[in-house]
């Protein structure tokens, strides 16, 4: 074989080589990183239990009945955040997810609340019932059943199996102008198309045995 040939077939080899190689190597990522940037989100704790712990007697209808302190908090990505700019109020929804109301597929209210100010770090533990001074107003819920004015009414459920409840709260670009007669239906859908965020906590409750 030539010089010139043997030449040529060695290029070939090496360029073979040096592209299975390029190939094998995993491609670093780009500037900035890659798939769709981290967005704000919404996250609560509380002093009253652990998320997903026991409700304590404190906070449940069958004792103290006093609503749980609860604390906000944004995050972007893994690093603390801060509220977005468009937020304006904060919602509540309590409900007890395994007791029926009506025989129906819906689960039982127990309090709810809106117009929470934006500005608000969390809730403080026993608030009172009724529209406060900071302009929070308590819902519809099983206090405010028969035109009465909404408070907050703690778990219930009797000796037996645990019962899960869950606090849901709503992050609301808008302030809500509900009624006293408002239903959980009417508050929900005045929230449609104005959450920007939104958070749970959850507490297991039941009875201690007679």
Not at 73 to 80: K, R
Not at 105 to 111: I, K, P, V
Not at 159 to 187: I, Q, W
């Amino acid at each position: 074989m030539k010089l010139r040939e043997r030449c040529l077939m060695a290029a070939a080899i090496t360029l073979a080589f040096a592209l299975v190689a390029a190939a094998q190597t995993p491609t670093a990522p780009a500037a900035g990183g890659r798939g769709p940037a981290p967005r704000l989100v919404l996250s609560v704790t509380s002093t009253g239990w652990p998320d997903g712990g026991e409700v304590p007697m404190r906070h449940a209808g069958r004792g103290d009945n006093k609503s749980p302190a609860f604390e906000f908090h944004w995050s972007l990505g893994p690093n603390p955040g801060t509220a977005p700019e468009t937020l304006q109020t904060y919602a509540v929804v309590f409900h007890d997810i395994e007791n029926s109301t009506n025989k129906g597929t819906a689960d039982t209210l127990h309090w709810s609340a809106f117009n929470i100010p934006g500005t608000a770090k969390g809730l403080p533990e026993g608030l009172g019932p009724g529209e406060l001074s900071d302009g929070m107003r308590n819902g519809p819920g099983i206090m405010a059943r028969g035109g009465n004015p909404g408070a907050y009414f703690g778990p219930g459920a009797g000796p037996g199996p645990f019962h899960h409840y869950v606090f849901e709260f709503y992050a609301l670009d808008t302030k809500l102008d509900l009624p006293a007669t408002a239903t959980r239906d009417d508050l929900m859908k005045a929230m449609e198309g104005h959450v920007i965020g939104k958070a749970a906590y959850v507490g297991r409750f039941h009875a201690p045995p007679q």
